[in-house]
């Protein structure tokens, strides 16, 4: 079972923020926080990821609470092309070779013109 | 864009009959995973190989073999398609285990098996 909680699905609007939530209220210490989102017909892309600061890169910014048990993505300026699902993922204890990443069902967002 | 690609893209075939995916990469990464996505359930990972001729199971393994002989190259094979096979099967690499990095995944682009 995924171990990260997220909404089935949001609306927003083209040019606004798209901020979408997370929950993993099981995370342990040493685990990480991983987006990604996968685009009709495609492979998942790999979007940010981070353990307890905040993360920005070119495509998106990362919001982790300070007990670590929710995290935000934020796409400052969402586009058409950012319709997309999108996959909060929590990576298993790092030296435990048996654990694989588990991918949730996501949350599908659509960007609206 | 990582060089990943897959083939056949789509593919149908008969329950009963032997079926092989290929995964190339570019990208001279040592690790390679085989996904399958199935609505409802997001990626699961069916094997993935951490060497040539290095291979281990995966969540949902069973009906599914594998082979890496070249670096580039990563074979799924299903030797008696069934329909609960049929699924979109992604592939992916990463320069480092997933297990114990932080490095990233690059995913292929997918092939979408139908097995009627």
């Known amino acids: 079972d995924a171990k990260t909680t997220q909404p089935t699905s949001m609306d927003c609007a083209e040019g606004r923020a798209a901020n979408l939530p997370c929950n993993h209220s099981t995370i342990s210490g040493n685990e990480y926080v991983y987006w990604y989102r996968q685009i009709h017909s495609q492979g998942p892309q790999y979007i940010i990821h981070?353990?307890?600061n905040n993360e920005t890169n070119e495509m998106a910014s990362l919001i982790i609470t300070e007990d670590r048990k929710s995290s935000t993505l934020i796409l400052p300026h969402a586009t058409l092309r950012d319709t997309a699902v999108y996959y909060c993922i929590v990576r298993v204890s790092l030296m435990n070779r048996d654990d694989k990443i588990i991918f949730g069902k996501g949350t599908r967002l659509h960007i609206l013109p | 864009d990582a060089g990943i690609t897959q083939s056949p893209r789509h593919k149908v075939t008969e329950t009963g009959t032997p079926v092989t995916l290929r995964c190339h990469q570019t990208?001279?990464?040592?690790?390679m995973y085989w996904y399958r996505q199935d609505p409802g359930h997001g990626l699961r990972l069916i094997h993935y190989?951490?060497?040539?001729?290095?291979?281990d199971k995966g969540e949902v393994s069973d009906g599914y073999s594998v082979s890496r002989s070249k670096t580039e190259d990563f074979l799924l094979t299903l030797e008696s398609a069934t329909s609960s096979q049929t699924s979109v099967y992604f592939c992916?690499?990463?320069?480092?285990?997933?297990?114990?990095?932080?490095?990233?995944?690059?995913f292929g682009p997918g092939t979408r098996l139908t097995v009627l």
């Open positions: 990208e001279n990464h040592r690790y």
């Open positions: 981070g353990l307890k």
């Open positions: 190989s951490y060497g040539v001729k290095d291979t």
């Open positions: 992916a690499i990463s320069e480092v285990p997933t297990w114990i990095s932080t490095d990233t995944q690059y």
